[in-house]
């Protein structure tokens, strides 16, 4: 099972070839003629024409203080539909790049391709008896990038499966015959300039850093404990207005006591650690069902303000 630190150099490598970030980039909006799945956005590209972006709008519409919720609903039967003219409508295109500054958005964003790309990945790595972080990386960049599926069986024809050739070889051979495919590929041009993607894998596998062990670079950007960590907030001011929820590390902080603080004077049963786990989001919850909120346990500028802060 992999550790919190090498999911994310994993997902890390991925998020460079989607949006040439580490930490992925939540309001990259990209609509390029030609490519099979229409208008991408997001931190790891979910497209249109997938219909993933129509859920993934939903659900950011669903969330309980999504900023831009008003502004996005009127797209969402053309999101559902698949309409080609959205992959031109700038005023959409504008509106999801304001909207991935909003905390809930990347909260969405982050949720949403855990669920639909990265836990599927990992099941079928696992599935496949492929365990390793690099491994894992492969199979999770497959999935986000496509055809997953039909690499995966032509190198098993090809080659056997991994429980006959052993992991780090099937890999090496899976990373080989895809970028055949897609320095080949003869419909989609565009899929001819990813081959990359196969080459930064193939040097990862020839530095046999299967544990995706840091640092190390990817297309000229650098991989490591500092750059896997979100910037810190700098002052007490800005840190009093976070969003506070649920993740792991357990956010914590001055601002984390205060609601506890306020959900203690609400009557709500808390401990005062200042430690923002699961039993303070039990706490949140119980809060916004009594007043009449979402129970979602995100402590956003509506909860907030109910909570006197």
């Not at 790891?44 to 709008?57: H, M, P, V």
Request: net charge negative.
């Amino acid at each position: 099972m992999l550790t919190d630190l090498q999911k994310r150099a994993a997902q890390a490598i991925i998020n460079i070839f989607e949006t040439s970030k580490v930490l992925g980039d939540y309001t990259s909006v990209v609509s390029v003629p030609g490519d099979p799945g229409g208008l991408t956005y997001g931190k790891a590209q979910t497209t249109l024409n997938s219909r993933n972006l129509f859920l993934l709008i939903k659900d950011y519409c669903e969330a309980e203080e999504a900023a831009f919720a008003d502004e996005l609903m009127p797209y969402l039967d053309g999101l559902e539909e698949r309409e080609r003219r959205l992959n031109n409508d700038i005023k959409l295109h504008n509106l999801l790049r304001k909207a991935g500054n909003d905390p809930v958005m990347q909260n969405t964003q982050d949720a949403f391709f855990d669920r639909v790309y990265w836990n599927p990945a990992v099941k079928q790595a696992t599935t496949l008896e492929v365990f390793t972080p690099l491994g894992t990386a492969v199979v999770y960049d497959g999935t986000v990038h496509g055809s997953w599926g039909r690499m995966r069986d032509r190198t098993i024809e090809t080659f056997g499966k991994v429980s006959d050739i052993g992991e780090q070889q099937w890999i090496t051979h899976y990373v080989d015959v895809r970028r055949n495919w897609l320095a080949t590929h003869s419909t989609v041009p565009l899929l001819r300039k990813t081959v990359y993607r196969m080459d930064t894998f193939k040097k990862l596998i020839a530095a046999e850093n299967w544990d995706l062990t840091l640092s190390f670079n990817v297309r000229g950007l650098l991989i490591d404990e500092e750059t896997l960590t979100p910037n810190s907030l700098s002052s007490a001011e800005v840190n009093e207005v976070r969003l506070l929820r649920l993740k792991r590390p357990f956010m914590q902080g001055e601002d984390v006591r205060k609601v506890q603080e306020a959900l203690k004077q609400a009557e709500i049963a808390v401990e005062l650690d200042g430690i923002y786990g699961p039993d303070t989001e039990t706490a949140v919850k119980e809060f916004q069902k009594k007043i009449g909120l979402k129970p979602d346990g995100i402590v956003g500028p509506v909860t907030r303000s109910e909570l006197g802060l």
